[in-house]
C-alpha cells in the first residue's frame, strides 16, 4: 500500500463515516501514525439521503472528500480500499489492493440493509443507505412517471404512480413526507397530462406506531402531518413478499406498486476473520466492553453501528445512529491517546441528545432529553441541527441555499435521470457483490 515505516505505533481506522471521521480528528498532532480505509473516497451525511433520492439536494451536497478532512494531520494516510479479511494473530489487514500490519485496529464500518433474509424483497425492492443507491430511487421515481404517461392501462398507469415505505422510523417517515410535497406541489406542474392525483403512498409499519424510538406525542403528531399530506399510514401489518409489482402482507391486505423502498431494518457490515460466533451480538454487530475493545480480541476496537456495548441504560446496545457513533469515535482517540502513553482508559458514557425526524414543510418532531416540541420551530431545529452535523462549509452554503429556493419556490430542482435504472434480477446482483 505504500505506506511508510514509522516508529510511531500504527492504527488503522476501517471506514470513513461518522464515528471513524470523529476518531481520526482527535488523533491528529499525535505520536502516531493514522491509516484510514474505505471503499469511497468520500464521507456521507446519511440523513440527508432521502433529499437526495426526492431530488431536493444533489449527493455532491451531502459527501465531502475524506483526504480534505486530513488534510494537514502529520502522519496521516488514506487509501481507498477494500478490506477482505483481518487476521487478528498476526495483526495483519488484506485488502483488494494488498496488505498491511497494525498495532491497533478500529472496525467503523457501519451499517447496511437488513431484509431479513428475504430475497424477494432484497431482489425487486429499493434501499437508501448509499449515494448510489439515492440516485437510483431518484431514477426509478421519474422513470416510472415517464412510463406512466405511455401505457393506455389504468390499472398499470396507478400501480406505477404507487409507493409503498416499509418501515416507520425516521428515514420511512422523512421520505413519506417528502414524496407527499413532491405529489402535491411538483408533479401536477411536471404532468400535466398525468392525473397524479391518483398517486398513492403508503407507510407500513409492523408496530402500533411510527417513530417507535421517540416518545408517544412525537409518535402521534407525525402521523398527523402525514396524514394530512395525503400519506396512508399502516400500523401492526408486516410486509411479507414483494414480487416487484405486488407486495403481500400478513393479512389479506396487499399492495401493487411499481416501488417498494425497505426501510425496516439494518445490520452491521461485518469483517471476515471478525465473525467469529463468539464475537457478535444480534444484527452482527461485534460485542465489546465499555472502552470499545472487541471482547477477547487483543488491540481490536469497534465504533459506531458496527459496536454492540451492552450497559445497564442500553441492554441492547446504543442506537444505530449518528450521535453515538461521533461520541464513540471522540472518546476512543483520547483513549488510545492514553494507552500510547501508558495511562488507563476512560469508560465510554453516552449523553442523549434527544431524537428528531422531519415529516415535510414546517412540520417536525423534536425530543430532546428536557423538552419535546413538533412543528414550525422543531422544523428549524431540525434544519439547524443538520446543517451544523454537515462537513465542510460549501456543504452546508449548498444544503442551506437549497432549502431556502426550495421552501419559497416550493420546488426540487435536482429532479434528474442522470443514469437511467434498470432493476436486476438476482443472478447478476449476486455476479456483482461476487466481482
Known amino acids: 500500500m505504500n505506506i511508510p515505516q514509522?516508529?510511531?505505533p500504527r492504527i488503522v481506522i476501517i471506514g470513513g463515516g461518522f464515528g471513524g471521521i470523529a476518531l481520526a480528528k482527535k488523533l491528529s498532532n499525535q505520536d502516531a501514525q493514522v491509516v484510514?480505509?474505505?471503499?469511497h473516497n468520500y464521507h456521507n451525511f446519511q440523513p440527508l439521503l432521502y433529499q437526495v433520492s426526492t431530488g431536493g439536494l444533489e449527493p455532491d451536497s451531502i459527501a465531502y472528500p475524506i483526504r480534505k478532512v486530513l488534510q494537514g494531520y502529520p502522519n496521516f494516510y488514506f487509501r481507498l480500499a477494500n478490506v477482505k479479511e483481518v487476521d487478528t494473530d498476526k495483526k495483519n489487514i488484506k485488502t483488494n489492493i494488498g496488505e498491511m500490519s497494525y498495532d491497533y485496529l478500529?472496525?467503523?464500518t457501519g451499517s447496511e440493509t437488513n431484509y431479513f433474509g428475504n430475497k424477494g424483497i432484497e431482489n425487486n425492492g429499493m434501499a437508501m443507505k448509499t449515494i448510489p443507491q439515492a440516485l437510483n430511487l431518484r431514477s426509478l421515481i421519474l422513470e416510472n412517471f415517464e412510463q406512466a404517461l405511455l401505457t393506455d392501462n389504468l390499472h398499470e398507469r396507478?400501480?406505477?404512480?404507487?409507493?409503498?415505505?416499509?418501515?416507520?422510523?425516521p428515514t420511512g417517515v422523512e421520505l413519506a413526507g417528502a414524496l407527499a410535497e413532491i405529489k402535491k406541489g411538483i408533479l401536477p406542474k411536471d404532468y400535466p397530462d398525468l392525473d397524479t392525483r391518483r398517486a398513492q403512498i403508503n407507510l407500513i409499519q409492523s408496530g402500533d406506531r411510527i417513530l417507535p424510538a421517540m416518545s408517544e406525542q412525537a409518535s402521534e403528531k407525525a402521523e398527523g402531518f402525514l396524514e394530512k399530506l395525503g400519506v396512508n399510514v399502516w400500523k401492526n401489518i408486516r410486509v411479507t413478499n414483494y414480487d416487484g409489482k405486488v407486495v403481500t402482507t400478513d393479512c389479506d391486505t396487499v399492495f401493487e406498486a411499481a416501488t417498494l423502498v425497505w426501510a425496516a431494518g439494518v445490520q452491521a457490515v461485518?469483517?471476515?476473520?471478525?465473525?467469529?460466533e463468539n464475537l457478535l451480538a444480534r444484527g452482527n454487530r461485534l460485542k465489546v466492553d465499555q472502552f470499545n475493545q472487541v471482547q477477547g480480541v487483543d488491540g481490536v476496537f469497534a465504533l459506531g453501528d458496527v459496536a454492540q456495548?451492552?450497559?445497564?441504560?442500553?441492554?441492547?446496545g446504543h442506537p444505530m445512529m449518528a450521535q453515538p457513533a461521533i461520541q464513540q469515535g471522540r472518546n476512543?482517540?483520547?483513549?488510545?491517546?492514553?494507552?500510547?502513553?501508558?495511562e488507563p482508559m476512560k469508560p465510554f458514557k453516552y449523553r442523549d441528545k434527544g431524537s428528531m425526524a422531519t415529516v415535510g414543510r414546517n412540520k417536525a418532531v423534536v425530543d430532546m432529553p428536557n423538552i419535546r416540541y413538533q412543528g414550525?420551530?422543531?422544523?428549524?431545529v431540525w434544519m439547524f441541527v443538520h446543517l451544523y452535523f454537515l462537513i465542510g462549509f460549501r456543504n452546508r452554503v449548498v444544503v442551506f441555499i437549497n432549502w431556502v429556493y426550495n421552501y419559497i419556490r416550493f420546488d426540487r430542482e435536482a429532479r434528474l435521470i442522470i443514469r437511467p435504472f434498470k432493476k436486476q434480477n438476482r443472478v447478476e446482483r449476486d455476479t456483482l457483490k461476487q466481482d
Do not use: C, H, Q
Open 6 to 8: 514509522s516508529s510511531y
Open 36 to 39: 484510514l480505509l474505505d471503499k
Open 106 to 108: 478500529v472496525v467503523a
Open 158 to 169: 396507478e400501480a406505477l404512480m404507487n409507493f409503498v415505505i416499509v418501515g416507520g422510523g
Open 270 to 276: 461485518g469483517v471476515k476473520g471478525l465473525d467469529a
Open 309 to 316: 456495548m451492552e450497559t445497564e441504560a442500553y441492554p441492547k
Open 332 to 342: 476512543l482517540g483520547e483513549n488510545l491517546v492514553r494507552l500510547l502513553d501508558g
Open 376 to 380: 414550525v420551530f422543531a422544523w428549524f
